[in-house]
């Protein structure tokens, strides 16, 4: 299993965010729309990641949901077909949220930079810093990613996209 370190937050201003990512040496690797699906299971995270270059990924993560820097554990596996895998796994879990999004990713050393816009709840950049055997590396990336976006404290999100989605459509 995989494992990075993450943190999310809401921002206000996309090209800012573009700005700094680039300034900071950044490589741009792209803009993608892309529609997660997430599924009841009993423990952990399990979503399928449709891109709308028709690639697809069924991702399962676990992490605890009680700091603003999270760790995850997460397997990834690609699929080139996913729809009949979607339906079965509709029938059998159940759908628990959709979440569409619009998003540019950046790598860092060994830190993926996500400037996502979500429809419905608003524009967002999140850290995932791949824990590559050297903790006290990634706290360090993942701190200087912080303090060179300047984010606050206040701005941290604690849950995923999904839980935000789902918190917002039982206030209505």
């Known amino acids: 299993m995989s494992r990075n370190l993450e943190i999310k937050a809401k921002i206000n201003d996309l090209a800012l965010f ?11 690797e792209g803009e ?14 399990l979503k399928l990641r449709e891109f709308d270059s028709g690639i ?14 999270r760790w ?5 596996v690609r699929l080139s077909e996913s729809e009949s895998l979607k339906n079965l796994l ?9 979440v569409e999004k619009r998003r540019k ?15 419905g709840l608003g524009n967002f950049i999140e850290f995932e810093v791949i824990y590559n055997d050297d903790e006290k590396q990634v706290r360090n990336l993942m701190q200087f990613l912080m303090n060179k ?21 039982n206030e209505k």
């Open 18 to 28: 573009e700005k700094i990512a680039m300034e900071i040496g950044a490589s741009f």
């Open 32 to 45: 993608f729309f892309q529609v997660d699906t997430y599924f009841n299971v009993k423990n952990g995270r």
């Open 56 to 69: 697809s990924e069924l991702i399962f993560y676990n992490r605890a949901e009680d700091g603003f820097e």
């Open 72 to 76: 995850s554990d997460y397997e990834i």
């Open 90 to 98: 509709v029938k059998a879990l159940g759908v628990k949220a959709i």
């Open 105 to 119: 990713v950046y790598i860092f050393k060994n830190a993926r930079i996500h400037i996502d816009n979500i429809p």
């Open 149 to 169: 976006f300047e984010l606050k404290q206040g701005d941290f999100i604690k849950v995923s996209y999904c839980d935000l989605l789902l918190q917002k459509q």
